[in-house]
């Protein structure tokens, strides 16, 4: 008997300083060099106004179209854990070993139905979100991170290769070489993937930060661009994407 409660205690003990550990840490980003870094711009477009037009004796709900920028606040799975992206071992729906409630919580806040994801970093097309058909809560992470790993598969288009000047092609060229393993594979050519020269840690920043301005430009060091991701991301639920529709509602 006092074996088997040393063993426990024992146990009790490392799980206490495991979850020490984790605590102390929680906060801390993991350290990833900035040319690693594949570093994405979110909009959001308040899509819609709702109007109520009197027409006779009957109301009738119309809608306008608005396109202003949404300011929001990314979830920290996309803004702060710099996931590693690797199509040769990841499936498209590959979830980054991350627990399900965080996979299907809202990508941005406010939660948004849709949401367009663009890089400054050679990448060549902006990727459209869409939330999934079962999501309560507009585009989730779990949306987000799929739409990267289908995006960046597909084939380079004639015109997207147009528009690079030589060096450029060269660098694509390098990284596509370096990135196939196979004959089958270069015989293919290069993918989207291939734009990003490497980068392969992904980092989504808003576009249109919570304070209503635009982030710096590319340009500028990324610990200006993080300055903005010290707001905190709200909890969410559906109720919370209800709020955020009664909101467009009533604006003018």
């Given at each position: 008997m006092v074996c088997v409660l040393r063993h426990h205690r024992e146990e009790r003990e490392e799980l206490n300083a495991s979850l020490?550990?984790?605590?102390l840490h929680e906060d801390e980003e993991p350290k990833v060099l900035d040319e690693a870094k594949l570093i994405f711009y979110a909009e959001a477009e308040l899509g819609v106004r709702y109007l109520f037009l009197e027409l006779g004796r009957s109301t009738k709900l119309a809608t306008v179209t608005q396109g202003e920028l949404v300011p929001l606040v990314l979830?920290?799975?996309l803004a702060k854990y710099l996931l590693e992206l690797d199509i040769a071992t990841q499936a498209v729906d590959y979830d980054y070993d991350l627990p399900n409630e965080e996979l299907t919580s809202p990508?941005?806040?406010p939660p948004m139905p849709l949401i367009r994801l663009e890089s400054h970093q050679g990448y060549p097309q902006i990727i459209t979100v869409q939330a999934s058909n079962d999501s309560l809560v507009g585009v989730n992470v779990q949306?987000?991170?799929r739409a990267i790993q289908e995006d960046v598969r597909k084939l380079s288009r004639r015109r997207e290769w147009t528009k690079l000047n030589a060096?450029?092609?060269a660098a694509v060229d390098d990284a596509f070489r370096e990135r196939c393993n196979t004959e089958e594979e270069l015989a293919q050519g290069p993918c989207r993937v291939d734009y990003l020269r490497g980068r392969n840690r992904i980092q989504i920043l808003p576009k249109l930060s919570p304070?209503?301005?635009m982030l710096p430009a590319p340009g500028a060091p990324v610990e200006d661009l993080t300055e903005h991701l010290s707001v905190t991301f709200p909890g969410s639920s559906f109720f919370s994407y209800v709020h955020f529709l009664i909101l467009c509602i009533g604006m003018n």
């Open positions: 020490t550990a984790a605590l979830h920290p799975v990508a941005v806040h949306d987000v991170l060096e450029d092609r304070d209503g301005e």
